[in-house]
């Protein structure tokens, strides 16, 4: 199993961050440990780097990764042979409203862009409620592009596939009638699985269907661990009608060759 986006540097793990990250080795293949802002790009590289199962990627989210984008940049080039992508970055056009603010964030998104080309590494774009306006800005790219918990249309998400583009599926689909849609259409060879974590816990699901939802000894089962995307590959298996192995054996097959992760090596 492997998890294409999580937040192990997120403030809701400082205290449980080394358990996590123990478990994480236990029992998946890799996890890609994502990054938003300049502090937590620093936490990512300092955790990836003592850890043979995780990998960093560096990334300024639209609307949380703070002043100076620069600084992130200049990290990236800095970093570049240690990084495996550039994410997350794009546009958010959910809580961000204003168009100045929206032109800004265009402006810094297409610098990342400019940066995932030269340096040829994958993308992962957050696209709340931008999703048209983040692929159009994409489209041209031959780099690898993943769309991190895409809840766009369909009919979008049949252009990204068109593209060679992949399309990640958080726990969310769990709880989202829009994501379980999307799932009959995405091909396994364009699918990637993701928890998104500490974020989209699948505690309230098990708790709306009225079963128990299995816990590990010390974690809070209200926050989301990248272990989790084995509910995600079940709840996709029934929709798809194939086996969960199939979904967890094709889906982490496209993670290692995505972001070149190999067997026994660290990139």
């Known amino acids: 199993m492997i998890d294409i986006h999580a937040h192990l540097c997120f403030d809701d793990f400082d205290s449980m961050r080394e358990n996590l990250v123990k ?11 994502t990054s938003a802002r300049y502090d937590e790009g620093l936490c990512t590289l300092r955790i990836c780097d003592k850890h043979p199962k ?3 990627t560096i990334g300024y989210h639209p609307v ?7 600084k992130v940049m200049e990290l990236i080039g800095k970093e570049r042979d240690k990084i495996v992508g550039i994410g997350e970055v794009g546009l958010d056009h959910h809580w961000v409203k204003d168009e100045k603010e929206r032109s800004r964030q265009k402006a810094v998104f297409s610098d990342f862009i400019k940066l995932a080309e030269e340096l040829e590494k994958p993308l992962i774009i957050h696209s709340w409620d931008a999703e048209e306006e983040c692929f159009r800005m994409v ?22 596939l068109k593209k060679g583009f992949f399309i990640s599926f958080s726990t969310g ?12 259409i995405v091909p396994l060879e364009q699918m990637l699985l993701e928890t998104d974590a500490p974020f989209l816990s699948p505690y309230k699901y098990f708790q ?31 929709i798809r009608k194939v086996s969960t192995e199939e979904v967890l054996g094709k889906t982490t097959e496209n993670a290692k060759r995505i972001f070149g992760i190999r067997p026994g090596t660290d990139i």
């Open 23 to 33: 478990e994480c080795e236990r029992t998946m293949d890799a996890v890609i440990v």
């Open 54 to 56: 995780l990998f960093p």
């Open 64 to 70: 949380e990764g703070g002043d100076g984008p620069e």
């Open 139 to 160: 489209e041209h790219l031959k780099i690898p592009v993943i769309f991190h918990c895409y809840s766009g249309s369909r009919e979008l998400a049949e252009e990204i």
């Open 173 to 184: 689909i769990l709880f989202s009638k829009i994501h379980r849609k999307l799932a009959k």
């Open 208 to 238: 709306q269907k009225g079963g128990e939802m299995p816990i590990k000894d010390g974690f809070d089962p209200k926050k989301n661990y990248p272990w989790n995307i084995s509910f995600s590959a079940e709840k996709i298996a029934e």
